[in-house]
């Protein structure tokens, strides 16, 4: 079940404008390609052979001869994904396209340390891809999503808070004793923006914010993601103004985290005396209209809106999209606009969109399958 894509290169080219839906005739392959089309339909009717492209039907008619429609073969593979919390983990199989095929979400204790996990996470795959995919289709990549910062060179996690056991640990090798295959592993915020990212076609820059338990935010820059050395769009331990003082769990005071994290508002509810686990119950809280998490919240969207404000004069993307547990709190991006609205340069929020993202729950997931894709195709 485990081979390799038998096509790199040009084939792995053509397929990935296929897989993401950029092309899906002979000729609007040889325009993006750059390659001549005799040179695309011999590759192409390479590609059929090997089962991995179907070609079917009549596409978009441009006048003439009605191009046939190339889609990717349900046989051409699926991908293994993963995103990982701090106690869930959610995951499923991808068809190529990034369209999941299944999801599931299991409780998952990042506490027990990488090796349990990570096995937990295989254990899962395993049991996925044995009852919902057929004999002879491979399997092409696994990837996971990490709450923490990822080394993109050793993909390794890299001094996380709230993720004992895990500094430093070969991430991907460990999966790579399991799966000889494309291997990914990448910050949560970075995999959610990856997957906001398809939803939002034509944006070339976009900020993704992820507001749950942590603050994350992933960056899109030319429609790519940038991950910088790893910390690209760590914006949780930015210093904001403040009054009074508060520690944050990096040992440095008054960080964005200490004050607008979902954790922030959840242990400022339970020491005002009401009750609260996760951050949908603060939600839930707002919902209900109770006063005291409304102004948490929207005083946390005020504080994500000051640092937000810095960024949008300086990285001028056309969309700042909010997603997390936390998002669904109105009044958090009522705050964030208001805040930034306020401060920036005209010409900075002229064109600018700040909008609820877009991609759902399987965010990450979809990110995973994007990037993974790549991997795959170009290894
Ligand atoms: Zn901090």
Redesign the pocket.
Known sequence: MNQRLPVQGPQGDLLRLVATGRAESRAELARLSGLAASSVSLRVEELIDAGLLAEEGAGTSRGGRRPRRLRLSAGAGVLAVADLGAHHVRLGLLGLSGDPLVVEEHPCDITEGPRRTLDRIADAFDALLTEHVPPGVPLRGVGTGVPGPVDPATLRVVTPSRMPGWNDFPVAEHLATRYDLPVLVENDANLMAAGEARWWPGTENLMVVKAGTGIGCGVIAGGRLHRGRGAAGDI??VRVRSDSSVM?????PD????YASGAALMTALTEAGIAVTRPADIVTLVNDAVPEATSLVRGAGRRMGEVLTVLVNFFNPDVVAVGGSLSAAEPLLTSIRAAVWERCLPLATRDLEIAPARAGRDAALQGAGALLLEAALTM
Request: glycine share 10%; charged share 10%.
């Open positions: 949780s331990h944050c769990a990096c040992g440095h960080c964005l985290e200490a």
